[in-house]
């Protein structure tokens, strides 16, 4: 049994030997066949155009019912001369109103097929000149350009001035040397050229629907095209489905229509636009800087609302109202970007050399005299010199010298007043200070002996006045001697000691 197993292995092993000869001797012939003569590997053949493979397959707007209907009226209505009834009543029962608004809704439809068509020109182009797609990035002139050249390896002889610049001919002539593509087969071409021709024909088309639409604005929307421009003004329309759907939105909406959304491709956001519609690119909000762009936006589309409500109701006919808001925004627009008043600079006086006026009166001196040095203060800065001064302040860490001050002889001398430095006193309390401050005897008494209330205290001063009177009124030298009356009182038998 184990000699029966050892023999079944080893066939094995021969099996799997012969089956791994083959397949290298496989790989031999099919290097062999891959090698040409010189000893370099062979180009693939070029895979041909597969039947059903051409761009009808992919892009079929217009072979579309509604698109010929749409280009049908459009030719039949821009032939037809424009009747001024027309114009009259609501914009609805306008015959033309319903395919300006399908034709603005089918330009998004035709854009969107000329992407589609291009796409498909580059990618069964790229193998005759891959580099053409980064030199042309338009696709209209890239269409053009691949239609002309073709298979022609020589680009010398063609004529491709007619709509690329010489700088780009340049370049794409010096590129076809060089290029690594080569000849594609002739039913590829043809379904290339084919695809060509409808881009061109979308091409044409989108500018027919265009030109159509701008030229009936100023009968639909008159003054929404004065505001904006005829371009503008279709385009808003069509996103918002006519002018009386234009009518219904409020102005911050209006704002964003037809914005690019956000694109998630992981790059810098920074230069992305948010929020930015059909508004930025009026003549009058591109040319603002950056700062004033979205002032400026919204108080343009805060005109635009009420423009699409003036010719939802065909009021303003002739586009006056928008011709005037649009001179009222430009100037609020100017208003808006003209910079702050500057701060004027005022001029120095003219400096003045002579001596100033000064206040001077009795006032102002007394308030100086009041200020004025002592004599004190004087001696304190005063030093002697070869004499050690008296120091005071031992017990605070700090001593100050008295100067002069502490040199006296030992004299005593009589305090000087100051008149300069003595205390004024009002003309009405001057009377009064100087009766209570004036000097009186030492042996004066106030203390007087009368035969009615015994001892009581009486004013000496007051008792000599009244003598000092009485003796001038009889006594005085310019007096006579004038007997007195009854009712007067004889002071002089009142007694009094003194």
């Not at 891959?34 to 039947?51: F, L, N, T, W, Y």
């Not at 027309?86 to 306008?94: F, I, L, N, R």
């Not at 004024?424 to 009377?431: D, E, I, L, N, S």
């Not at 209330?453 to 001063?461: M, Q, W």
């Amino acid at each position: 049994m184990d000699e029966d197993l050892l023999q079944d292995l080893e066939e094995l092993g021969d099996d799997n030997v012969e089956i791994k000869e083959e397949e290298d001797d496989d790989d031999f012939d099919i290097d062999e066949d891959v090698m040409d003569e010189d000893g370099k590997d062979e180009k693939e053949p070029i895979r041909s155009a597969a039947p059903g493979d051409d761009v009808f397959s992919v892009a079929k707007l217009t072979s579309s019912r509604n698109f010929k209907e749409i280009m049908k009226q459009i030719k039949q209505f821009s032939s037809a001369p424009r009747l001024p009834a027309h114009s009259s009543g609501p914009v609805e029962d306008d015959p033309e109103y319903t395919w300006i608004v399908q034709a603005n809704g089918i330009t998004v439809d035709v854009d969107n097929e000329m992407l589609v068509v291009h796409k498909y020109i580059r990618d069964h182009y790229a193998p005759r000149f891959p580099e053409l797609e980064s030199l042309i990035p338009n696709p209209i002139d890239y269409a053009r350009t691949v239609k002309l050249i073709g298979n022609e390896m020589d680009l010398s002889t063609l004529d491709l001035k007619s709509f690329l610049p010489s700088a780009t001919i340049m370049v794409l002539t010096v590129t076809a040397t060089t290029t690594n593509g080569r000849p594609i087969p002739e039913d590829a071409l043809h379904s290339v050229n084919e695809a060509c021709d409808m881009l061109l024909e979308l091409e044409h088309a989108k500018r027919t629907i265009l030109e159509y639409v701008e030229s009936r604005m100023t009968f639909i929307a008159p003054n929404l095209s004065a505001l904006v421009g005829s371009n503008i003004a279709a385009k808003l329309m069509g996103l918002s489905g006519g002018v009386t759907g234009l009518s219904k939105i409020p102005a911050c909406n209006i704002i964003v229509l037809g914005k690019v959304n956000k694109l998630n491709t992981g790059l810098s956001s920074v230069t992305q636009q948010k929020h930015h519609g059909m508004i930025y690119q009026v003549d009058m909000i591109a040319s603002v800087p950056q700062e004033w762009k979205r002032k400026a936006a919204r108080r343009l589309a805060a005109k635009v609302a009420l423009c699409a409500r003036i010719d939802q109701g065909r009021q303003s006919p002739d586009g006056a109202a928008g011709r005037e808001y649009r001179v009222k925004v430009q100037k609020e627009i100017d208003l808006l970007m003209q910079p702050p008043p500057g701060k004027a600079i005022k001029a120095l006086p003219v400096p003045d050399e002579g001596p100033k006026k000064r206040r001077g009166g009795k006032r102002y001196r007394k308030a100086k005299d009041r200020l004025i040095q002592t004599e004190l203060s004087k001696a304190a800065n005063r030093m002697q010199f070869g004499v050690a001064e008296e120091e005071i302040g031992y017990h605070t860490g700090s001593t100050k010298g008295l100067g002069l001050i502490g040199g006296q002889t030992g004299r005593i001398r009589t305090a000087q007043a100051d008149a300069r430095v003595k205390i004024g006193v009002a003309k009405k309390h001057q009377k009064q200070w100087m009766n209570s401050s004036s000097a009186t005897s030492g042996l004066s008494s106030s203390v007087a002996f009368t035969p009615v209330k015994g001892i009581e205290l009486e004013n000496p001063e007051a008792a000599s006045q009244r003598i000092k009177d009485v003796n001038d009124r009889y006594f005085g030298s310019t007096t006579f001697l004038k007997r007195p009356a009854q009712n007067e009182v004889d002071v002089s038998k009142k007694p009094r000691i003194q």
